[in-house]
T-cell receptor, first 110, second 110 residues
Framework: DAGITQSPRHKVTETGTPVTLRCHQTENHRYMYWYRQDPGHGLRLIHY???????DKGEVSDGYSVSRSKTEDFLLTLESATSSQTSVYFCAIRTDTEAFFGQGTRLTVV | GQQVMQIPQYQHVQEGEDFTTYCNSS?????IQWYKQRPGGHPVFLIQ?????EVKKQKRLTFQFGEAKKNSSLHITATQTTDVGTYFCAVLDDFNKFYFGSGTKLNVKP
């Protein structure tokens, strides 16, 4: 699985609180992505990174920010969580031929 | 962003029947990838298609890339219960954004 770990794996948080999800890789891949998965919507791209401190928005970036201060870590932050951000979040790294996904983080905003 | 339409959204088959999912793009693709996600799991890479008209096989799975490189299909012959899951196509745009189709959820009845 290209050494990808996501943390936490599960989280319940209250509306209005900040939340940070972490994606860690061990193989120095350049491209990293954050997706959310909701029933009927497949995988929707939130943000992605093409290097340290190089990030860009995806399809559904509103309400989310990211940071990549080191090659191995890509952080996704919900500045003020809302119930609409209840979802399963997947991190992925991409090589020239394929993408590898983390195990996912199930986030519930109550 | 890159729009990739995937149909059908759901497919219920009897074990032994065939299954096909299709992805269509409005623009010419440089390549297309296919992924499988088992229930409760994360997407796992199946294959990448690059050439116009390319056909690749993996046991009972046949992948095709259209001559115009705007569409692709995944066909499973004689489905088994182990084929249950959601199948996604994925494409990379010119800005390294990696987009997924909405997925086809396959249910196989024994």
């Amino acid at each position: 699985d290209a050494g990808i770990t996501q943390s936490p794996r599960h989280k319940v948080t209250e509306t209005g609180t900040p939340v940070t999800l972490r994606c860690h890789q061990t193989e120095n891949h350049r491209y990293m992505y954050w997706y959310r998965q909701d029933p009927g919507h497949g995988l929707r791209l939130i943000h992605y990174s093409y290097g340290v401190k190089d990030t860009d928005k995806g399809e559904v970036s509103d309400g989310y920010s990211v940071s990549r201060s080191k090659t191995e870590d890509f952080l996704l932050t919900l500045e003020s969580a809302t119930s609409s951000q209840t979802s399963v979040y997947f991190c992925a790294i991409r090589t020239d031929t394929e993408a590898f996904f983390g195990q996912g983080t199930r986030l519930t905003v109550v | 962003g890159q729009q990739v339409m995937q149909i059908p959204q759901y497919q219920h088959v009897q074990e032994g029947e065939d299954f096909t999912t299709y992805c269509n793009s409005s623009t010419t693709l440089s390549n297309i990838q296919w992924y499988k996600q088992r229930p409760g799991g994360h997407p796992v890479f199946l294959i990448q298609l690059v050439k116009s008209g390319e056909v690749k096989k993996q046991k009972r799975l046949t992948f095709q890339f259209g001559e115009a490189k705007k569409n692709s299909s995944l066909h499973i012959t004689a489905t088994q219960t182990t084929d249950v899951g959601t199948y996604f196509c994925a494409v990379l745009d010119d800005f390294n954004k990696f987009y997924f189709g909405s997925g086809t959820k396959l249910n196989v009845k024994p």
